[in-house]
């Protein structure tokens, strides 16, 4: 009997998982994924990097660049914006501003996000770009500028262009890039009503409202596109950016993407900064804060290095000053490095030159690299030493002067042991974003991490 409602429950398991399987490839339009909005690292994928129409996601860019113009000051929010008869002529979904007429800044934000006016994204282009073509150019550099390699954008709103395309990685990567450097703008995609003109717009992401922890993104469709959505959610401090592409309803979709923030978020548990929940060390507390310096900028960084307590011993300053593939040496950094991030409570960047450790090295020739310049995150690895050697083969492929960058290793510390994360250093903005469009799988990490 039992072994009848054994065979029963494993056949309803095999069939349901072969169904969602089948499902998920017999729609073509369908595609997602779910990252960690802090380090970039993919939880969850699927077809995530094929070329698909992202409808009003588009908006997403339109926004940015909205929001570039007022970091610099060119546009204000209550500005007004000018709408052409070009703008006005839009399909809905719309406003039904008339040619001629005005809105300001700030509602043309709150129309996008909360009515996805396709008549608002046409005048915010003009506004910018000049014209709605030029302007589409202008979200085309700006996309391969953050690392969005396979998307091409021919208009503002997202209508039905064979041409323009993206991915649901690239809308994971440009949803991360607006959440990390536009913090203040992005609480606008959390706007879930809207009055304008004595009429009432609600949000068309409904599950905002519905799904704990979760604060925007945007909707996007088309007939070409099905139904799509890039959402973010935070739980217990940890964010998770989720996308999905295809959807045949808004109700399945947002049935779908509630299952895979779900499924995100117990992931993401697995992957945590390091605090102080594992023992620490109970001798050379000195050293120890000594080892932490390396991770701050400072003009005396060499000068608190050299004045280390001379109990510390030539050994371990050379390993954590210099790299090394020897494995039992990879064991000592990583033993050091996990004391340093339990030790500190926080998350921890050690540099690591690419020099093979010498026995007769100078033992004050130590360097402090300036972790405040961008970097650019290669990968998260089970050892220093595999982490160490994926960053100097990546050296090897890149053009100059992104090759004089320096490697860097954050540890983290995840329920099932340690990770390392590989990093490189000394970009600027620009030039970390370049050398992830040249490598094309890799994610640029502002200064503050």
Not at 45 to 69: G, R, V
Not at 275 to 285: M, S
Not at 337 to 360: D, E, G, R, Y
Not at 375 to 388: N, V
């Amino acid at each position: 009997m039992m072994f009848g409602r054994f065979l029963t429950l494993l056949f309803t398991f095999v069939f349901v998982c072969t169904f969602h399987s089948s499902e998920a490839q017999a729609n073509r339009k369908y595609a997602s994924i779910i990252i960690d909005a802090e380090t970039g690292i993919v939880l969850e994928q699927q077809y995530a990097d094929k070329h698909l129409h992202p409808a009003s996601l588009t908006k997403i860019m339109t926004l940015l660049l909205l929001f570039e113009e007022i970091e610099k000051d060119r546009v204000g929010f209550n500005d007004r914006i000018r709408v052409s008869r070009h703008a006005a002529n839009m399909v809905p979904s719309k406003l039904g501003l008339k040619a001629g007429s005005s809105i300001r800044v700030k509602d043309a934000i709150n129309a996008l996000v909360t009515k996805s006016a396709n008549d608002v994204a046409v005048a915010i282009a003009e506004k910018i770009g000049g014209s709605e073509k030029s302007f589409a150019r202008m979200m085309t550099r700006k996309a391969r500028d953050i690392g969005m390699s396979n998307t091409t954008f021919r208009n503002a709103s997202g209508l039905h262009d064979r041409r323009q395309v993206s991915t649901a990685r690239d809308m994971a990567k440009l949803a991360r890039y607006v959440i990390r450097n536009y913090p203040q703008e992005y609480k606008f995609f959390s706007l879930q009503k809207f009055t304008y003109a004595g009429k009432t717009y609600r949000n068309h992401n409904r599950l905002m409202g519905k799904y704990k922890g979760m604060d925007g993104m945007k909707t996007g469709y088309i007939s070409a596109a099905g139904f799509n959505l890039v959402a973010s959610a935070v739980r217990n401090d940890r964010r998770i950016i989720a996308v999905v592409f295809g959807g045949r309803t808004s109700r399945s979709r947002n049935a779908h993407m509630e299952v895979l923030l779900n499924r995100g978020f117990r992931k993401i548990n697995d992957i945590r900064i390091a605090k102080a929940d594992i023992p620490l060390p109970p001798r050379k507390p000195v050293f120890l804060n000594a080892l932490a310096a390396l991770s701050k900028v400072s003009e005396h960084g060499s000068k608190q290095i050299a004045s280390m307590n001379t109990e510390i011993g030539m050994g371990f300053r050379e390993l954590i000053g210099q790299g090394d593939f020897d494995v039992r040496l990879a064991k000592r950094i990583e033993t050091g490095l996990m004391a340093i991030s339990a030790h500190t409570k926080k998350n921890l960047t050690v540099p690591f030159p690419a020099q093979k450790i010498s026995q007769h090295s100078n033992r004050n020739s130590m360097q402090v690299y300036n972790v405040k310049n961008w970097s650019i995150q290669i990968g998260a690895y089970k050892s220093r030493a595999q982490t160490d050697k994926v960053l100097h083969a990546i050296l090897t492929k890149l053009p100059s002067p992104y090759s004089k960058a320096q490697p860097l290793i954050a540890p983290l510390k995840t329920r099932s042991g340690w990770i390392f994360r590989g990093r490189l250093t000394g970009f600027s903005e620009k030039q970390a974003y370049a050398a992830c469009r040249h490598l094309k799988d890799c994610l640029p990490v502002a200064p503050r991490n």
